[in-house]
Structure formats: C-alpha cells, structure tokens
C-alpha cells in the first residue's frame, strides 16, 4: 500500500492525467457518432439545472465556513491539490444515502450523502470528494446527462436526428457503458487527492461490504480482485466489467484498477517526479489506448474546440469553470 502524509499539489494538472484511456476511448466513439451533436445541444439547452441548485438550497445543507466547516476545509484542500481556481459548491443532503453525486454544467455542484457523512472517517471522504471533483473537471456529468435524457424521452422526444430511433438506442448504450468506464477515471482522481492507496481501497471496500473496516483487510480485498480477474480472463477484465448486465461498477476491479496504477509507476510519475500533462496539452485516442494498454494512461483524447457548437462550450474547472452534465453522477456510478 501507498501512504504519503503529506499531500502534494498538482499546479496546472490535466484531467488527461487520471481520465483512463478506455473511458476516453469508448467517449470519443459515441461523440463521432451522427446525430450526437444534435442530441447534446438539446440536453445543454435543456431547463432543469438551476432548479437542481434551488432544490438543494431548499432540501440540503450547503457547505462552507459557518456549516460543515471541516468539509468545507477538505474541498478546499481537494481543489488546490487539483488546481482547482474555483470549486464547486458543496452539498450534504440525507436524500441520497450512502452515494455522492456531481450535478451541473454551468456551476457544477457536489453532494454528499448525509448517511455517507456518518460513516465514512476524513480520509476516506476526502478520496469521495477528489472522485467527484475529478467527474466535474472533466465535464463527465454533461455527457451521462445525455444518456439520461435518452432514456427518459426516449426517440419521440427528439426530431431530426439522423438516422432514428436505432442511431439514438446506440448513442445511450454506448454512454452508459462509457459511463461506467468513467468511474475509474473519478477514482483515479480520488487517489491523487487523498494519495494514499490503502485509504482508496478501504473505500470502495466499504461501498461492497460495509462498516465494519476492522473485519476487512484492503490487501484480501484486492487479492479477492485478482481472484475474479483470474476467474473472467485477465485481458478481458475491463470488458466484462462494463458488460450491459451490471448496472453499477464491480468495485473489486475499480480497487485492482488503482493498484495496478499504482504498482505500474504512473501514479509515481505524476506525484513523486511531477511528470503529468498540463492543460493544454492533448493526445490522440490511438496513442491513449496503447499507453493504457500498457499500463500508463496517462493522455487524454482532446475535445472538440470548434467555437458555436455545443461540445466546444466544454471547459475545465481549473481554467475558470468546467462544465458538468445536467444531472447526477453517482459515486456508485448510477443517477440518483
């Protein structure tokens, strides 16, 4: 396991850091696809965020100085470790349970289940708050927005897409497998905040079985992971972790995923050699896939810049404010 007592800072970091090649990969694949410019700038332009904000003013507890101060000092400590200029509000609402969610692309927002409050120690809610952070510099809200909206209006909702009903079913089963690619991304982030390993294993263990830390052990847990990577194939283990059938991702492979990048000396690189790309800085899918492939991972695909559509409005948080999607993001990897 990884501890490092004191935490290091990132100045100017790139998402393209953490995002993992497959999730970038499997995101560049859909917003190719015809049709999905169309769909995104209706979901952009669509009403809904800012009365998620008021519910929240209304039904939550917003963080900062004079309400959950000590949150409020682990967002802050999160933001500068990311290089975050202006983070994102923060959140506790009991209406979530044991989840936390990033909601917003004009001012993305994060909340944090009140029953996730309760039973999780600094540390480990600090790894939670870096996933999420990471969800929202990377604008990865906005495109699980758009599998949402799919679902929801389903093809009579929208008119004049190329193609049709089949185009618009392939663009939302091919974000929701992207969606859950995206979670090892969000953990990704989470460790670079918290930058202690056994801490962001510990975590996930305790989304799967509870509680009870004490009758858990973090090095079983991951050895249970290579048990199942063993068991599915070692080099299909990605794939069949985002198979349809799983709702939510496997969380002993989100585990082995962080430890292998760890183990691999990417993580390393970014945190005790400084070596990780700034904002800016981009590279191409096929170089992604075989760095990750590899076990780097650490470019990211650069999004569209073209001024006047609706992916190019895409930002990141660091620079003055990304954009999230409008809608949830679970810390489970499921809407809420």
């Not at 990884?2 to 993992?20: K, L, M, N």
């Not at 679902?151 to 618009?168: E, T």
């Not at 974000?175 to 962001?200: C, H, I, N």
């Not at 760095?291 to 001024?307: C, F, I, M, P, W």
Request: charged share 20%.
């Amino acid at each position: 396991m990884t501890t490092s007592p004191r935490r290091v800072r990132f100045p100017g970091i790139s998402s393209e850091a953490y995002e993992h090649p497959f999730a970038q990969a499997a995101l560049s694949t859909v917003r190719k696809a015809k049709g999905f410019d169309l769909v995104l700038r209706k979901v952009m332009g669509a009403p809904g965020e800012a009365a998620m904000r008021m519910h929240h003013l209304a039904c939550a507890v917003k963080v900062g100085d004079s309400q959950f101060r000590r949150l409020n000092q682990v967002m802050n400590e999160a933001a500068h470790t990311l290089d975050v200029v202006e983070p994102p509000s923060l959140y506790v609402n009991r209406g979530i349970g044991f989840n936390a969610v990033t909601i917003g692309f004009d001012k993305p927002f994060i909340v944090l289940g009140a029953e996730l409050i309760d039973q999780m120690n600094e540390d480990e809610i600090r790894f939670v708050i870096g996933h999420e952070l990471g969800h929202a510099i990377s604008g990865h809200a906005l495109y699980q927005s758009v599998a949402w909206f799919l679902a929801a209006v389903g093809a009579g909702g929208l008119h004049g897409v190329p193609g049709g009903p089949l185009v618009l079913k392939g663009i939302e089963l091919g974000l929701q497998d992207w969606g859950r690619k995206s979670e090892l991304s969000g953990d990704r982030a989470g460790l670079l905040v918290g930058q202690d390993l056994e801490v962001a294993v510990r975590t996930l263990m305790m989304l799967a079985g509870g509680r009870q830390t004490a009758e858990m052990n973090p090095s079983a847990f991951l050895e249970q992971a290579a048990e199942f990577q063993d068991a599915t194939g070692l080099r299909n283990r990605i794939v069949k972790w985002m198979m349809p059938s799983s709702d939510h991702p496997l969380l002993v492979v989100r585990a082995a995923e962080l430890d292998r990048w760890v183990r691999e000396g990417s993580y390393s690189r970014i945190v005790h050699e400084g070596d990780y790309p700034l904002r800016g800085e981009s590279a191409s899918v096929k170089d992604r896939l075989a760095e990750g492939l590899g076990g780097v991972g650490r470019a990211r695909a650069s999004l569209d810049a073209t001024d006047g559509t609706a992916s190019g409005r895409l930002g990141r948080l660091g620079s003055l404010g990304g954009r999230a999607g409008d809608g949830t993001r679970g810390f489970f990897g499921r809407p809420q």
